[in-house]
T-cell receptor
Framework: DTEVTQTPKHLVMGMTNKKSLKCEQHMGHRAMYWYKQKAKKPPELMFVYSYEKLSINESVPSRFSPECPNSSLLNLHLHALQPEDSALYLC????????????????FGSGTQLSVL | AQSVTQLDSQVPVFEEAPVELRCNYSSSVSVYLFWYVQYPNQGLQLLLKYLSGSTLVKGINGFEAEFNKSQTSFHLRKPSVHISDTAEYFCAVSVRSQGAQKLVFGQGTRLTINP
């Protein structure tokens, strides 16, 4: 199994809603990532978890709250989002630290397309 | 700061023609470079990466890239493209942040293959 599974694939929410994005992998990877990709733009890193601990937070607003309950699962909790938060949210996983030293690579999910009304 | 610049936002090519997608990097230290492809409504997939060693890197789907330190470039090439190569291509560089490595992507190049 070399897949990163993201649910839901599409999400529409109002600015007062609370919703969660889910990401799951069963490759034994111990690093998991959230990226945000606006239309026609490159992905931008939001958070990195390494061994279930938050290792990078790219100064993301607190209305985005990540959670890594176990080594296979990564959630992104959303609350009081703004319309400008509408984007494709991508999850990725890898073995920690090895993307830059070995033939290991990041595996990306297909993303959740989020629309905030 | 380390960054990459993709010189072309769009590249149209006829099927079976060769293609080169250009990427230049800025870095004062050792650099790790990557090319990713994103098909419509998909996540990103690694094509190839340069960590060290041979400057010619071969990747999946017949793509290759050459690391050129003197020109600070890492251009992606394919000798003969197929309709299925139509996608967005991102060059990326590793950057150290908060004690860990992360990827920073270029703006992307839209490759369109015409029959």
């Amino acid at each position: 199994d070399t897949e990163v599974t993201q649910t839901p694939k599409h999400l529409v929410m109002g600015m007062t809603n609370k919703k969660s994005l889910k990401c799951e992998q069963h490759m034994g990877h111990r690093a998991m990532y959230w990226y945000k990709q606006k239309a026609k733009k490159p992905p931008e890193l939001m958070f990195v978890y390494s061994y279930e601990k938050l290792s990078i937070n790219e100064s993301v607003p607190s209305r985005f709250s990540p959670e890594c309950p176990n080594s296979s699962l990564l959630n992104l909790h959303l609350h009081a989002l703004q319309p400008e938060d509408s984007a494709l949210y991508l999850c990725a996983s890898s073995q920690p630290g090895q993307v830059f030293s070995t033939n290991e690579k990041l595996f990306f999910g297909s993303g959740t397309q989020l629309s905030v009304l | 700061a380390q960054s990459v610049t993709q010189l072309d936002s769009q590249v149209p090519v006829f099927e079976e023609a060769p293609v080169e997608l250009r990427c230049n990097y800025s870095s004062s230290v050792s650099v790790y470079l990557f090319w990713y492809v994103q098909y419509p409504n998909q996540g990103l997939q690694l094509l190839l990466k340069y960590l060290s060693g041979s400057t010619l890197v071969k990747g999946i789907n017949g793509f290759e890239a050459e690391f050129n330190k003197s020109q600070t470039s890492f251009h992606l090439r394919k000798p003969s493209v197929h309709i299925s190569d139509t996608a967005e291509y991102f060059c990326a560089v590793s950057v150290r942040s908060q004690g860990a490595q992360k990827l920073v992507f270029g703006q992307g190049t839209r490759l369109t293959i015409n029959p």
